[in-house]
């Protein structure tokens, strides 16, 4: 489960790219708009066949965090984005 969040005054179009084994492949199905300071939860268990890195890609600014679950064990694991360096947008001030 990733949920982003879009803090900007305008909606933000969102590509997720799934990294395997050294490739990127376009995740189509997870393709969304996130509206102005809305946000948006995306259940990629049932658009990829296994947990995997993702690239998740907006023309604003996003926050995003993905939680993982255990299917056979207990535990639980969340994790927040880390942004590219070239491509940090400081958050508006209130």
Do not use: H, Y
């Not at 179009?13 to 948006?40: F, H, N, Y």
């Not at 066949?49 to 993982?68: F, K």
């Amino acid at each position: 489960e990733i949920v982003v969040a879009n803090p900007s005054a305008g909606a933000v179009e969102v590509t997720v790219t799934e990294l395997v084994d050294g490739s990127q492949v376009e995740v189509a199905e997870a393709k969304v708009t996130v509206p102005a300071r809305g946000r948006v939860t995306l259940d990629l268990s049932t658009m990829v066949d296994a947990p995997s890195a993702v690239l998740i890609e907006g023309r604003g600014p996003l926050v995003v965090s993905r939680t993982l679950w255990a299917t056979e064990e207990r535990g639980t694991s969340v994790d927040l984005a880390t942004p590219l360096p070239d491509q940090v947008v400081p958050l508006p001030s209130r």
